[in-house]
């Protein structure tokens, strides 16, 4: 984990973007994943400069991280209706998950898993199928982000080499 100052921070637009005040020269790279000082996911840093990272939000309509239910153990993929800050979405949930956490699956090289996410508030059914959409707050407070921890993990670059190789090997 490295801490990162927050420079700016945006949660009114649709594609809301985190500022970090720490850069390449400062070992971040792109597709590190960020967290605040709880530990709560934040987002995904998508560019970096010499002394400063871009992190692409939760609360960015194009943010795609896979979470899961803690007790019900189903994933999906997380989004954002660009309606209201802190509040998120998963789709396609086979059973109703009320009183339910949030975390990350694990199933990327990103974040670990079981990292917390949010919290359950509303489980809505689905027009067109027996599933539900889950509604959920944020664990991050994107509205009083100050400092954040960046994950470097360090087996990141060697697991997406040979899954590169592998993915080239079945073309």
């Known amino acids: ?5 927050v420079i700016s921070n945006s949660v009114s637009s649709q594609s809301n973007y985190i500022v970090l005040g720490r850069g390449e020269a400062q070992q971040l790279k792109k597709d590190m994943g960020v967290v605040d000082i709880n530990n709560a996911v934040a987002g995904i840093i998508t560019e970096v400069s010499k002394d400063y990272a871009v992190v692409m939000s939760l609360l960015h309509k194009d943010s795609h991280i896979d979470g899961k239910l ?3 153990g189903e994933t999906g993929t997380l989004s954002w209706d660009g309606v209201e800050p802190n509040i998120l979405s998963i789709s396609r949930i ?6 339910d956490t949030i975390i990350t699956s694990g199933n990327s090289t990103t974040f670990p898993k079981g990292m917390l996410i949010g919290f359950v508030t509303a489980v809505i059914p689905e027009q067109s199928s027996n599933n539900f959409i ?5 664990a991050a407070d994107f509205h009083s982000l100050q400092y954040v921890y960046v994950i470097d993990n360090r087996q990141q670059e060697a697991i997406n080499q040979l899954l590169d190789k592998t993915k080239q090997q079945n073309k």
Do not use: P, V
């Open 1 to 5: 984990y490295m801490q990162a100052a």
């Open 94 to 99: 086979s059973k109703s998950a009320k009183g």
């Open 70 to 72: 803690l007790k019900g």
């Open 134 to 138: 889950i509604k959920f707050r944020t």
